[in-house]
């Protein structure tokens, strides 16, 4: 989907269910797996016109008048699972609701006759087959209409619907901006046994079961002509790794926590899109675009200014590459004004030596520009500095690094950070941070009035930063970042990429990665007992593409170094030697 034009006044959004029916695929020639109930809807001049989705619609305000129709399922016990004070029976209701009015299929067992009490491992009742429902599809329409309601279905046939054949699997909220929004309860059900599947002729113009991978291909070669909305696609990538209908159920079934996903509404060179919450971009757009006004965006685009905050604003460099991912980030930090202050601004990280990025940090200067801080100096980060020295006569702060391979040797600071210091500035305040590893001088500021901490290559988004020794230490950087877990943080702004949430847990996974790699290394080093630099590297690194295994060559160095360091391996004319085998060969 792509648009250019301005979001829809935002409407609150609507409860709503989606069943996802899945079988197991025919054959072994065919490949076996699960296949999925897919439903492709008519033409209804919204976005969701033409696309192949599961069965599901409003929660109808009726659904809460019948719970008397279900069998195996409570409200009680319903809302606990969906995580809500009550009603949640309402949303299993309307979703089997609503896949047999689309679709034909019914979960429902005769009330009739004798129901043992239900439980995960023993369903109450066996479904109804195809013989007994074929009688009920006069009903369907009826149904939709709201002619007749689910307690005169109940009461005239003796069925109640088996909901305790649902299993939770997913909640997903539309972004705002969008004219219809739905909060929407996905659930996994099993096929009944014996039944077929039918699409209405009237919603639905047509259903087919598919294996995930298969419509995820289709829809990737067709485009429009086999179009997915966007939870559909991620809901079909997960099943697809599973191997039965049997094992995507237990799963969904399986005590977990179902965590809400809602999208953002992003603009970029494909228009506006939802964004998904794992994607990069996902938590700046719901920082700085709210309410779904459609302006912010899903990509870094070179020379363009972005404000963050009233006191932040990001212009990246055109300088992308597998080092610097989209480019290197440079900040205005200031206060904006706020306060009736003069409007002065600090710039963190110049960046590389580019008269177009040179003009362009000019040009969106929010204000004066009094500071100029470096995190570290290497090529990406401080070069312009010279210039933007001369340009604005800002004073220099940063620090020059222990060993000069690898750094800007143009930067000379006016003032020699240790971290620690912390500068007042017009109505905002950092702090510097000395946090040495990926470089002896690297720095990283605290900005204490928003929690946010400028990162530089300390914390990267999306991948691990190298660690090339001499000047990158690996027992350095585990150090300096165990030292920022104790520090009260909101966000983290860094060098490359958007700005990053949740930075405890964002730390915490850096440092569980650094380790898992280090007893990766030590283990191998352990089982080969000698070995050089490059054996080891195919080896601890069989897991990293081998285009990226020179800046891997680094790291390896690094956590080896470290090793040496904690007394767990030496270096011995070129070759490496685990203690433990140092230790046999001694005794």
């Not at 352990?526 to 897991?543: F, I, P, R, W």
Request: charged share 20%; proline share 7%.
């Amino acid at each position: 989907m792509s648009s250019t034009t301005a979001p829809p006044k935002p409407n609150p959004p609507r409860a709503s269910a989606t069943l996802i029916v899945v079988r197991d695929a025919a054959g072994d020639a065919a490949g076996g797996g699960l296949e999925v109930l897919l439903l492709a809807r008519a033409e209804r001049g919204d976005h969701n016109s033409g696309a192949w989705v599961f069965p599901g619609g409003i929660v109808d305000a009726h659904d809460a008048q019948w719970h008397a129709c279900v069998a195996g399922l409570d409200d009680a016990a319903a809302s606990a699972r969906l995580g809500v004070e009550r009603g949640g029976l309402d949303a299993y209701i309307a979703a089997a609701r609503e896949c047999f009015e689309e679709a034909g299929l019914l979960f429902a067992v005769d009330s009739r006759e004798s129901l043992p009490a239900s439980s995960a491992d023993s369903p109450a009742g066996q479904l109804l087959p195809d013989s007994r429902v074929d009688d009920l599809q006069h009903w369907r329409g009826p149904l939709h209409r709201g002619e007749r309601g689910l307690d005169e279905f109940c009461a005239e046939t003796g069925f109640k619907l088996a909901l305790d054949r649902f299993a939770y699997y997913s909640h997903w909220l539309t972004p705002p901006g969008r004219m219809k929004r739905f909060d929407t309860r996905f659930f996994l059900a099993l096929a009944p046994a014996g039944q077929v599947a039918a699409h209405d002729g009237v919603e639905l113009k047509a259903h087919r079961w598919v294996r995930p991978a298969e419509a995820l291909a289709e829809a990737k070669a067709q485009g429009d002509g086999f179009k997915l909305m966007g939870p559909t696609i991620a809901t079909l990538i997960e099943l697809k790794r599973f191997a039965s209908a049997q094992a995507a159920f237990d799963w969904a079934a399986s005590p977990r926590d179902v965590p809400l996903i809602a999208p953002r509404m992003g603009s970029g060179s494909k228009g506006v899109r939802p964004v998904l919450p794992h994607e990069p971009a996902w938590a700046e757009i719901a920082r700085i675009d709210p309410n779904g006004e459609w302006n912010a965006s899903y990509e870094i685009n070179p020379g363009v200014a972005v404000r963050l905050s009233p006191r932040v604003v990001r212009v990246p460099a055109n300088n992308g590459s597998q080092m610097t991912g989209p480019g290197t980030n440079s900040y205005f930090v200031g206060g904006g004004g706020i306060g009736g202050g003069r409007n002065e601004w600090a710039l963190i990280d110049p960046g590389p030596d580019d008269a177009a990025h040179v003009q362009a940090l000019l040009a969106h200067a929010p204000g004066p520009v009094r500071w100029i801080f470096a995190t570290h100096t290497h090529k990406d980060h401080s070069p312009a500095t010279l210039a933007l020295k001369t340009a604005t006569g800002a004073q220099v702060f940063g620090r020059v690094a222990d060993h000069p391979e690898w750094q800007d040797a143009s930067f000379v600071p006016d003032v020699a950070l240790q971290g620690g210091e912390r500068f007042a500035l017009d109505g905002a305040t950092l702090r510097a941070v000395h946090t040495p590893g990926h470089a002896s001088n690297h720095i990283c500021y605290l900005l204490e009035e928003e929690k946010t901490l400028f990162t530089g290559d300390h914390v990267m988004q999306g991948s691990t930063v190298v660690i090339n020794p001499p000047d990158g230490d690996m027992g350095a950087y585990l150090a300096s970042l165990r030292s920022l877990l104790d520090e009260d943080l909101e966000w983290l702004a860094p060098g490359h990429g958007f700005l990053i949430p949740q930075p405890r847990r964002a730390i915490e996974a850096l440092i569980a990665h650094r380790l898992k790699r280090e007893a990766k290394v030590a283990a191998v080093l352990t089982s080969l007992q000698s070995a050089t630099l490059d054996a080891l590297l195919a080896l601890v690194y069989d897991d990293v593409p081998e285009r990226l295994h020179a800046m891997a060559r680094r790291s390896l160095l690094a956590h080896l170094l470290k090793l040496r360091d904690d007394g767990r391996a030496s270096e011995q004319e070129g070759r490496w030697v685990s203690a433990e085998t140092q230790r046999g060969a001694a005794a």
